[in-house]
């Protein structure tokens, strides 16, 4: 017999169209570009050129792109984050832990995730937002909708919720065995380039501790792997509009390298637990083809954590050491 259900387990992602087409683009970067965590404009201002303008130059643009990363089984960040959470749940099922994956924009919503634990019998759940390093655009942003969700409900679950792992030694070990793996199948080390997703440089200012958390995972993994200072580069990526992004910027930065006589470089994005859109197609296809251009000879995108068996013990771990409080008490 099952024990009774203690917690349940929340994976939090960023979400994704649910197809690789401009409806379905539109509809998700309306609700993604809506959220003030993610643009904080005045409203007033940003709307109309979010209606008017992106929603309508945008959507088409970004289907093209999906329909190069695609997979089978649907959107790679999807398709990654689910494999990752049944491998999770499966690892759970004898301590009859319920786990749900759960997108702050679009679906799965966080709200059909608490629910389906609630009814699973979980009074108690564990959040793991799946954002190794904190932002205010990203964690922050899945708890403002999950807070929303619970606002109106009288009887609340009794929440933990998780920060960020960006120094986590089993996430640092996870990234270190992926470059070495690469490392080993491509026969020779090469210069490793830790491209991040960007923010505007406005928001570490007022205070978002994005940009050190980012540091605090690139140096670790560099100290792991006994890199000198002259092995790897620490850039940012995806920038959008004309104000200053955190630098330095990940294709200024990739264009210069073979100048300096870095011909052949890995690239790997330590701020996404699964393969995207941004990594995919951003990193693996524009960066490489700009390396490229640019006189480099060698570059190779070295795959996110996904669903791997280094990722899934790190997340065991993580809800092991958050749920201790719960597992001896009823």
């Given at each position: 017999m099952k024990?009774?259900?203690?917690?349940g387990v929340l994976l939090i992602n960023l979400g994704t169209p649910k197809a690789p087409t401009a409806p379905e683009v539109?509809?998700?970067?309306?609700?993604?570009l809506s959220d003030p965590r993610v643009v904080d404009l005045n409203p007033l201002l940003w709307k109309p050129i979010l209606n008017a303008v992106i929603l309508t130059i945008r959507p088409p643009k970004v289907a093209k792109v999906y329909q190069q990363v695609w997979m089978d089984e649907g959107s790679p960040l999807m398709v990654y984050s689910q494999r990752l959470k049944q491998k999770v749940a499966g690892a759970l099922i004898e301590q009859n832990v319920p786990v749900e994956l759960a997108?702050?924009?679009?679906?799965?919503s966080i709200e059909d995730g608490v629910t389906k634990l609630r009814q699973a019998g979980a009074e108690k759940i564990l959040v793991l937002p799946m954002?190794?390093?904190?932002s205010s655009t990203t964690t922050a942003a899945a708890y403002d909708k999950l807070m929303s969700?619970?606002?109106n409900n009288p009887h609340w679950p009794s929440l933990h919720l998780i920060h960020d792992y960006a120094d986590h030694p089993l996430y640092i070990k996870a990234l270190?065995?992926?470059?070495?793996?690469?490392?080993?199948e491509q026969g020779e080390k090469r210069h490793l380039v830790f491209s991040y997703h960007g923010i505007p440089k406005r928001y570490v200012q007022n205070g978002d501790p994005y940009a050190k958390r980012c540091e605090a995972t690139s140096q670790a993994v560099a100290e792991l792997l006994?890199?000198?200072d002259e092995d790897w580069t620490h850039v940012y990526q995806s920038r959008f509009g004309r104000e200053e992004w955190l630098k330095p910027y990940a294709d200024a930065t990739i264009k210069s390298l073979p100048d300096m006589g870095v011909k052949k470089i890995n690239v790997i994005s330590p701020a996404f637990a699964a393969d995207c859109i941004e990594t995919l197609e951003e990193i693996k296809l524009e960066l490489g083809d700009e390396f490229k251009d640019h006189g480099g000879k060698e570059?190779?995108?070295?795959?996110?954590?996904n669903d791997g068996d280094d990722h899934l013990a790190l997340y065991l771990a993580l809800i092991e050491a958050n749920t201790r409080q719960w597992q001896t008490i009823g």
């Open positions: 024990s009774k259900v203690n917690y539109r509809k998700f970067l309306r609700d993604f997108m702050t924009y679009g679906e799965p954002y190794p390093q904190f969700v619970l606002k270190a065995n992926s470059i070495s793996k690469q490392w080993d006994q890199l000198e570059f190779d995108y070295i795959p996110a954590l």
